[in-house]
C-alpha cells in the first residue's frame, strides 16, 4: 500500500515529536507500505522568520518572504530523514526544486498545478521513505512560492492524488472530526466517516480540522483522506466520496463567532440595488456569508447580510460611500452574532431536519435573526452569548454523541 | 563595471549589519555598477543548525546535513533583498537551483563544476541586484550539496570568473592582508598588494583572510580579488597575478603553531622506504609538510616530517602498526614547535633572503629544526615558545611595517 501521512508544525515541534513522528512512520514502513511524508516547518519557525524578516523590513516583497518561509519546511524534511536514519530506515528528503511541485506565479499564496512523479517513484523503488516538504512549490521562473493557509495539506492530498496513493492521512494535534467541538460539547462524538461535501461546510465554518482547498482537491481525485492525531494512535476520521453506513442525517453542528451582520435599511425597490451594494465588497475582495432580503414595502427594501467580524468597519465604510447610488436610508451594524450550524449528507432527503433544529432552539428560548441553507447544511444566525448553549442543544436534539442514531 | 562581492555570516550576523552591508551594496549600484553578492549563513546560523541535527542523530548523513545546513544561505539571500527593497533598490535572491551552480556529488565537501550564467545575466539585465547562496551548490542527483571550509568565498571567485567580471570582493573582519598578523606583531602594515602564488603560501600557512581553493581559482581563471573590511571603508588588498610595483623581496611573516614534528629512527637505507612511510599516511587523508631525510649512515637513515597537531597520534599509531615494513628502530615524537615562513614573489631572483632571515633568529638565539623552502616562501621549525618573537625578529629584519623597503 502506498500511503501519503502528513505532519503539522506542531507534530515536529522539538526533537522528541520528530523521534515520534519517525516512530510512526517507521511502523507503516515495517509492515511493508511505500511511505510519502510532507512535513510543515517545526513549530514556531515560520512565525520567527516572519518576525526577523519584519525587523528588517516591514513590508517585504511577496517573492523573498517565500524564499524566506521555504527554508523552514526544508529544515523539517532533513531533520526527520536524520531521525529515520537512527531507526536504521532509509529515506530521503525532497524540495519543491527535486520533486518539481509546481505551482502558479503568485507569491504568498499560490495554487498547485502539476506534480512530477519520477524522482519520488523513482526513490520509492530505492525502498526510500520520500520526505517532502510541505506548503510550497515552485512558479515558471523558477522562484519559490507558498500555498497559503492549510498550505500543507493541500501539498499531501495533491502528492497522494498524483501517486495514485492509497490514503492520505493527515496527522493533527485532534484525533479527527468531531459531532461538535468537544471543548463546548462535553459529549460530542468522533466520527468515523465522513463525505467530503460534509467536511468542506465544516471547513468552511470554522472546523479548524483540515483546510477547505485540501478537502476540495480529495473530493476532485477521489483522495481517501484521513484525520487522525499525531499524538495517539486512535483510528482517526475516514474522509470520502461516499460513507459505507446510510447517509448521516446529521453529521456535526459548528459555531462561527467571526462574523458580524450589516443591514441596509430603506433601499430603493429598483433592480440592480443588490449587485450595485455586492459589487463594492467583492473588489475589494470581502466575503458576504448569509443574505437576506426584505420584501419591497412603501416602495423600499432592506438587506441583511453578515461578513467576518475582522470587515465590519471596511465594509461599512466602502457602503456608506456609495450609499448615494445604493440609495440606502442607513446602515445598522451588530457584531454580537454567531453562526450555528449543522452538516449532513443525509439532510437533503429527509424532511423536518431544520424544524428539528429551529425546534430545538426554541425550546431553549434562543431567537433566530437569519437562515441560509445548502444542500448539506443548515445555518442559522444568533445572538452570539447563546453560541454554546445552541450548540449544545442542536447535539442533544439530534442525539449526535449517541453511536447509533 | 560588473563587481562581484562577497560577505561572510559574521557580516550579516544581525539587523543592523544587514542593512549595513546593503548600504555597502547599494553604493556601488548607484555609482552605476551591476553588482552580485554572495552571502553565507548568518552568525552562528550554521553551528545551531549542526547542533539541532546531532541532537537528534548524532551521526547524521551528510547528504541530509547539506539539505539542511544550505537553509541558512537561503535566509541570508532573501533577508538582503528585503533589506535592499528598503532603500529602494530592485534586487533578487537566488539560491543554487536558480543559478545552477553545478558541484561534484560529493556531501559536505564538493568541488566547484560548472556555473550557468543565464538566470544572473537576466536578472542583471533587468537591473537586479542579484544576490546569491555561497558555500553550496547542487550535484547530478539534484541534491544540495556544501563546499567545505572557505566555500563562500569559492563562491565568489568562481562567480566572477563565470560572469567574467571586473572585480571580485571579499569583505571579512580584517581590511586587508598584513605583513604578519597585527596581534602578534603591533606595527604590522596592510599590504596593497599581493600575487596569486604569495598569498596561496598565506592562505596555506594558516592566514585566516581567505580560502586556499578561492585563491586557485582566482589565479586559474586571472580573477581580480580584493580583500577589505566589512566593517570600514579602507581600500583593502588586490590579489593579482602581478604586481605593479617591482616584485617584493618579502611581504608577509606568518607562524602556525598547529604543527607537529615526528621522526622516524633508524630506518634502513633502503629504496621505497620514504614511499612505504608516507603513503601509509596519505591513504588516510593525512597532510605531509615538510620533510627531512637524514644521510644513511651505519645502514640506517632518520625521516622526520611534520604533519597538522591534530592528525599526530592517528599519524604515529598508523606508523607503528607498519614498522616492521618500514624497518625503523623508533618513532620520536614533538608538539611543542612551530611553523614560521616568509612570504614573497621576489625572493627567488635575490640571494640572501633565507640568509637574512636565519640571521635573525640566530640573533635571536632561537634554534631552527628544520627548514624547508619554495619559490616563493622560506619556512623554517622553532620551538613554539618563540613563535611571537620569531615573527617579530623577522618582521623587523625585513623592515616589513615600512612602506619604502
Known sequence: MLIVKKFGGSSVANKERVLNVANKIAKDYKEGHQVVVVLSAQGDTTDELIKKAKEINPTPS??????????????SVALMAMALETLGLPSISLNSFQVGIKTTSTYSNSRLKRIDTDRMLEEIERKNIVIVTGFQGINRYDDYTTLGRGGSDTTAVALAAALNADKCEIFTDVDGVYTADPRVVPNARK???????????LATLGAKVLHNRSVELAKKYNVDLVVRSSLSDAEGTVVKEECKMEKTLVSGVVSDKNTARIAVVGIKDEPGKAFQLFSILSKKNINVDIILQSIGRDGTKDITFTVAEDNVEEAVALIENKMSVITGQKIECDKKVSKISIVGSGMQTNAGVATKMFEALYDAGINIHMISTSEVKITVLIEDKYTKEAVNVIHEAFKLGEINK
Do not use: C, F, H, P
Not at 191 to 201: A, G, N
Open 62 to 75: 511577496k517573492r523573498e518572504m517565500d524564499m524566506l518561509l521555504t527554508t523552514g519546511e526544508q529544515q
Open 191 to 201: 466520527l468515523d466517516e465522513i463525505t467530503y461535501d460534509e467536511m468542506l461546510e
